[in-house]
């Protein structure tokens, strides 16, 4: 997932049907659109359905784009309209008729609002993405998935105090690099 | 608002986290929380510790690697299936191929095209279960061999063929008293099966559905009560009528044969075959002669002249359709394949289709039949299937 690639070549390749340059793309944006689509439905497997049914669509419809937003415009929006079509074929009846009072505007500010919740959790997940690779995941798993050392040490086949040892790092890389960030993410995760 | 300034106000408050945030992006920030409360109520959850730890465990639950491999797996999909249909209406040569497979089921064809999709969906067979009023369950299936033969469970005589259950006729059971739990019969999605009751009606019974019938019956009438579809021959027995009870209506008979299907969300029917019987709704008692049915919709009930023989062909070997709605037919492939089928256009949901199906088919042999008739392509998912004009 590095940002190496040229944004203008990328969408260049992107028009030309590159499978690479789809594959990138893909990569960028699967996870922040399935978090985006999730704070509408409220499932992840559909949040799932539903992006991978607007990746469908870019893969075959060959549409063409002029920017690496226009890209996100048309993912997004995508992803907006199949995820309230979902609420609407669920029937679920409350949140309907809320959204029917509410009225379009409403709808409108909804969207934007899961949309800053989704790119603040992209720009906190990058941060953690900057982390060295072997203390990363060690990290994730500590951190976020909140297994124990003896699990992790097991699940990755290390010993546990190759386990403290990656953690241990991971902190120090943390406050050194992402210094002010550091407090937050410790008040986040210990 | 555009991306542009979402991804400004997402920026203001990630630097917020980072400790970093300056007065010109406060008053910013500031100046677009006062507009709304529900803008507040965002900045705050996402300036909170807790909040944002259950978030990041959500994000990172969706990983794009996993994705991608669901996406090419469903990509190779489509193309097998494309390929299926457009074989069903290409060529004269291979039409006349398709057309000897309705007429011929040619195993050697068969072989070849389970190559071509990896998701072949199997038909139906015989399956049931029994539950007797004691709480005994029996599992009933061509497959299992050692439910087959001559028993006894609980008190009653039984004879299993391992495709019909046969109830004995319970002559010394006079001590039993009120009797008021019920046997109950049931036939899952993809299944099918035959039951013989206690006073020898025959009883078929199709995918999806389920018979509750007393162990011997004793009352003024035979009532038996019906969810899904079945076929009867009653037999005849003017002093005790045969009932048979659904959702919305009651169907009463003395001798005689007839179909009736009660699927919940669908509109029920009774057809007669032969003989007579009278159906019984909520303000209405409509008695039928042979190749007449009732047809209960949202609106109300209605009476039709039809092929009665067309109602019952899934009880032989075959789905026999005239002229009946796409949706319809799609509704029975369902639950005789127990797949989901999905058809948005409703377009085609309404086309009108008459055509003879084969029961015992993989599903891939029956799609290829529909997709030459209506013109439609099926896209084949693990999940389901989904039917798409073909222009």
């Known amino acids: 997932m590095n940002r190496i690639e040229n944004d203008e070549q990328l969408i260049t390749d992107l028009n030309t049907g590159d499978k690479r340059a789809f594959e990138a793309i893909f990569h960028r944006f699967y996870t922040p659109l399935c978090f ?16 991978q049914e607007i990746f469908m669509w870019l893969y075959e419809k060959k549409v063409t784009f002029d920017s690496l937003l226009g890209v996100k415009s048309y993912l997004y929006s995508g992803v907006h309209n199949k995820s309230i079509n979902h609420l609407e074929k669920k029937r679920s009846q409350s949140r309907i008729r809320e959204k029917i009072k509410a009225g379009l505007s409403e709808a409108m500010e909804e969207a934007d609002e899961y949309l800053i919740e989704t790119e603040v959790f992209e720009m906190i997940f990058s941060a953690i993405e900057e982390l060295p690779s072997a203390c990363r995941q060690i990290f994730k798993m500590s951190y976020i998935e909140g297994k124990g050392i003896r699990d992790i040490a097991s699940q990755l086949n290390i010993s546990e105090a190759t386990v403290k040892t990656q953690r241990q790092r991971a902190k120090k890389y943390l406050r050194e690099r992402l210094e002010n960030f550091y407090p937050m993410l410790l008040s986040l995760f210990f | 608002m555009n ?8 920026r203001i408050i990630f630097s917020i986290l980072w400790g970093k945030c300056d007065l010109h992006d406060r008053e910013i920030l500031e100046q677009w929380q006062s507009q709304k409360q529900s803008r507040r109520f965002l900045v705050s959850r996402l300036t909170q510790p807790r909040y944002l730890k259950s978030g990041l465990q959500v994000f990172t639950s969706f990983d794009s690697f996993e994705g991608l491999d669901t996406l090419k797996r469903e990509v190779k999909r489509r193309k097998r299936s494309r390929m299926i249909s457009r074989i069903a209406s290409g060529a004269a040569v291979i039409l006349l191929a398709v057309t000897a497979l309705l007429l011929y089921p040619n195993r050697g064809l068969q072989e070849e095209e389970n190559h071509l999709l990896t998701t072949s969906y199997n038909p139906g067979a015989s399956k049931a279960r029994l539950l007797l009023p004691d709480g005994t369950q029996l599992d009933l299936s061509s497959q299992t061999t050692a439910s087959q033969g001559d028993f006894r469970i609980s008190g009653y005589d039984f004879s299993n063929t391992g495709e019909e259950l046969s109830y004995y006729h319970p002559a010394d059971m006079e001590g039993e008293e009120n009797e008021i739990n019920h046997h109950i019969l049931q036939v899952p999605r993809g299944g099918e099966y035959r039951l013989v009751l206690p006073d020898g009606t025959r009883v078929w019974l199709n995918a999806d559905s389920e018979i509750r019938f007393p162990g011997h019956f004793r009352d003024r009438e035979r009532r038996v009560w019906l969810t899904g579809e079945a076929y009867f021959e009653v037999v005849k027995n003017t002093e005790q009528p045969f009932i ?5 209506m009651k169907t009463q008979v003395t001798g005689t044969a007839f179909n009736v299907s009660a699927y919940p969300g669908e509109d029920s029917h009774t057809t007669l075959l032969s003989g007579g019987v ?20 949202a609106k109300g009930s209605e009476v039709h002249s039809v092929v009665a023989g067309d109602f019952i062909s899934w009880k032989d070997k075959r789905f026999a359709y005239r002229n009946r709605t796409f949706q319809d037919i799609t509704r029975e492939l369902e639950r005789w394949y127990d797949v989901k089928i999905a058809i948005p256009d409703q377009q085609v949901a309404q086309e009108r289709l008459t055509v003879n199906l084969p029961k015992y088919e993989k599903m891939d042999k029956v799609l290829e039949i529909l997709s030459d008739i209506a013109c439609v392509k099926f896209i084949v998912t693990n999940e389901k299937i989904t039917v798409l004009p073909d222009k």
Do not use: C, S, W, Y
């Open chain 2, 3 to 10: 991306k542009e300034n979402h991804h400004t106000i997402a």
């Open chain 2, 278 to 297: 009278v159906v019984r709704t909520d303000d209405q008692n409509i008695p039928l002669k042979p190749g007449m049915q009732v047809l209960l919709t």
């Open chain 2, 244 to 248: 048979v009870e659904t959702q919305n």
């Open chain 1, 36 to 51: 985006f689509a999730n704070r509408f439905v409220e499932d992840e497997e559909a949040a799932r359905d539903i992006v």
